[in-house]
């Protein structure tokens, strides 16, 4: 069973920065792509970034291209999103997850198996 803890939200001022981690543990052997999503309120969960095991595979959400990076250390079972340039349309919670699987729509929230608990990023104007 795959536990996924998210870290490093907070508050900040628009066009500040943030980085937020993930850290995977039981059965991360087993683990391809993480991802991460967002949750705004009384909005759906939408797709930020994703990344596949060995990194060559990096995609963005339009909304988020140029602005965030996605990167993880596989050594430590560790998933990154750095966030810069936020913008207050930024706010949310952001959820990282993880998959058993390579193939499929890694974009999609149905494509992923575990999800973190989720950590709350606001982001004043």
């Known amino acids: 069973q795959v536990q996924l803890v998210e870290s490093g939200g907070g508050l900040v001022q628009a066009g500040g920065s943030l980085r937020l981690s993930c850290a995977a543990s039981?059965?991360?052997?087993?683990?391809?792509?993480m991802g991460w999503f967002r949750q705004a309120p009384g909005k759906e969960r939408e797709f930020v970034a994703v990344i596949s095991w060995g990194g060559s595979n990096i995609r963005y959400a339009d909304s988020v291209k140029g602005r965030f990076t996605i990167s993880r250390d596989n050594a430590e079972d560790t998933t990154y999103l750095q966030m810069n340039s936020l913008k207050p349309e930024d706010t949310a919670v952001y959820y990282c997850?993880?998959?058993?699987?390579?193939?499929?729509?890694?974009?999609?929230?149905?494509?992923?198996?575990?999800w973190g608990q989720g950590t709350q990023v606001t982001v004043s104007s």
């Open positions: 039981g059965g991360t052997f087993m683990i391809y792509p």
């Open positions: 997850a993880a998959s058993y699987s390579e193939y499929g729509d890694i974009t999609s929230s149905d494509h992923y198996d575990y």
